[in-house]
């Protein structure tokens, strides 16, 4: 069974880089039937996606983040992790990772998720 | 971009009544959209995909229905865990991605 799982710092200083890590376990992230995603939520707001990345290296981003973005993958440790760059509060979020299925007969969708990880910009 | 905009914001019912939520598209996105369910301190749960079809373990008494720019979500008899926040998201300028404002859905 597919189980995703955030790691990274709680605490971030402005204008510094935040960085998160995802450890897929129960599956392979090289699986070619699977894209990696992320997702944030500002407290009490809604759901944004940030970005996508597939096991070859091939990223989409967020146009209104891409400038302060990247997504990256280590296929080696089956991770995925994002970098924010130039945090300010607004990015004061939880921050969720997701499976995508890329083909059928698996949802086209984000249907396997991490629990979440806050994260705080703050000095 | 697709913009998503989700109506009521909050909707309020009570255990057994019937819940209708909406999602209008910005643009035509044919039947790619999904619906989420999310309860307070838990990431989301996929309910519905591709506007009508129930993901794995969803019950029989939520649905999905619309296609092009107009869909909708019917919880047919509201159980007291279905009280949560639902959100719809479209694939169809896949890989960008968006999600709508989300509809709350209380205890009346």
């Known amino acids: 069974q597919l189980q995703l799982q955030e790691s990274g710092p709680g605490l971030v200083k402005p204008s510094e880089t935040l960085s998160l890590t995802c450890t897929v376990s129960g599956g392979s992230i090289s699986s070619r039937s699977s894209y990696w995603g992320w997702i944030r939520q500002p407290p009490g707001k809604g759901l944004e996606w940030i970005g996508t990345?597939?096991?070859?290296?091939?990223?989409y981003y967020n146009p209104s983040l891409k400038r302060r973005v990247t997504i990256s993958v280590d296929t080696s440790k089956n991770q995925f992790s994002v970098n924010l760059s130039s945090v300010t509060a607004a990015d004061t979020a939880v921050y969720y990772c997701a499976r995508w299925a890329a083909a059928a007969p698996d949802p086209l969708a984000f249907d396997i998720w991490g629990q979440g990880t806050m994260v705080t910009v703050s000095s | 971009e697709i913009v998503l905009t989700q109506s009521p914001a909050t909707l309020s019912l009570s255990p057994g009544e019937r819940a209708t939520l909406s999602c209008r598209a910005s643009h035509y996105i044919s039947i790619y959209l999904a619906w989420y369910q999310q309860k307070p301190g838990q990431a989301p749960r996929l309910l519905i995909y591709?506007?009508?079809n129930r993901a794995t373990g969803i019950p029989a008494r939520f649905s999905g229905s619309g296609s092009g720019t107009d869909f909708t979500l019917t919880i047919s008899s509201l159980e007291p865990e279905d009280f949560a926040v639902y959100y719809c998201q479209q694939r169809s300028n896949w890989p960008l991605l968006t999600f709508g404002g989300g509809t709350k859905v209380e205890i009346k």
């Open positions: 990345i597939y096991y070859t290296g091939n990223t």
């Open positions: 591709d506007a009508s």
